[in-house]
């Protein structure tokens, strides 16, 4: 028999299906896909999971944590491929098997790190992916900063590529969506490394409000219309007015990121617009930001998808404490905003789940008291961490 055909069988696991929990199952995977799902005892030979979860892997739509391998400390390049790798590893062992990496999809006067540098990075991905150097399925989330000068330009060379699974529309302009307070906006800026003066903010705020008047409304219509173009899905990004609900709705918007407010999440939700949070808003308690917490808008129906952002471990401790913080949330739904749910948002309806005919992309997970560790991974059957 091929070795790629194979049979893998895992059990005594505590298995998360998309609808339910069987508390003692097991798995069987034959050519990467899941060929059979079953309850109680498992066929001899089975792999022992010892009681453990068995899960999907994750599926992240939204993390830009590569740029912290890539630029480590302010003027400091790592080599792009091996930024990727070591990114990759800590998704791996976050029990992430596919991601959207999330590229900075514009330049910035004055900016540094990794302001432009959506290419370079997208070129190391491919050549990681071409050499086979990767444990997780990778694709590109093109993040427009719709204010930017550069943003249409830069975003039509990417657009085009295969693995681009999803754009967002941004406008990270003071005083409005997620920095509506400008006084938070100066914090966050102050408090990254090599923090900018007062002076400095006044300068780069008064720039960015000028771009916002003299190029957003144009820059929106043609990266909506580069979407469509390439049939990619659309995504808002901290929407908080009547206003911005109504934009995302004509946009054609299929998942809404971070909304601020829980009048904005509402109206997304009764719009069909799928609704994306911070795994790090439910583990913390709270928005870095000041703005609307997770939970508050998960114990209002109104939570579909959570997102690792800017700390992937918090994508797995995020969803396991989602039943603790909302007990109309069992274990499956939570398990689901980090699997099923963003995979279909995206189109992935290959994966995100353990069902016969999906892909074999498995995590075994320990529990002791609050904390997770991820013992095993396989993508498409094959143990990668």
Known sequence: MDANMSETVIGNARLVLADRV??????????????????????AGSLDAEGD?????????????LEAHFVPRPKVYWDPVAAVISYDGQLATAGITTVLDSLRVWSEEGAE?????????????????????????????????????????????????PDVRLMSLMDHTPGQRQFRDEGKLRDYYRGKSGGKTDAELDVMFARRFAYQQTYAAANMREIVALAKTHDVPLASHDDTTDENVADAIKDGIAVAEFPT?????????????????????????????GNIAAVDLAREGLLDILSSDYVPSSLL?????????????????????????????????????????????????HVAGDVAVVRSVWREGLRVA
């Open 261 to 289: 407010t829980i009048e904005a999440a509402r109206g997304l939700h009764d719009a069909g617009i799928s609704i994306l949070m911070g795994a790090p808003n439910v583990v913390r308690g709270g928005s870095h930001s």
């Open 53 to 65: 979860l068995l899960m999907p892997g994750l599926v992240e739509l939204h993390t830009d944590h």
């Open 113 to 161: 790190g990794v302001d432009g540098q959506a290419n370079v990075l997208a070129d190391a991905i491919g050549r990681a992916r071409d050499a086979r150097l990767l444990r997780a399925d990778h694709f590109l989330h093109l993040r427009c900063e719709v204010p930017m000068p550069t943003v249409v330009d830069e975003a039509t060379q990417l657009a085009g590529r």
């Open 22 to 43: 069987i508390e003692r199952g097991w798995v069987a995977m034959v050519g990467g896909r899941v060929a059979e799902v079953g309850e109680g005892a498992s066929p």
């Open 317 to 365: 401790m995020g969803a396991l404490q989602l039943p603790q913080r909302v007990p109309a949330i069992d274990l499956a739904a939570a398990v689901r905003t980090v699997t099923k749910a963003p995979a279909e948002a995206v189109g992935l309806r290959d994966r995100g789940e353990i069902a016969a005919g999906k892909r074999a992309d498995l995590i075994r997970v």
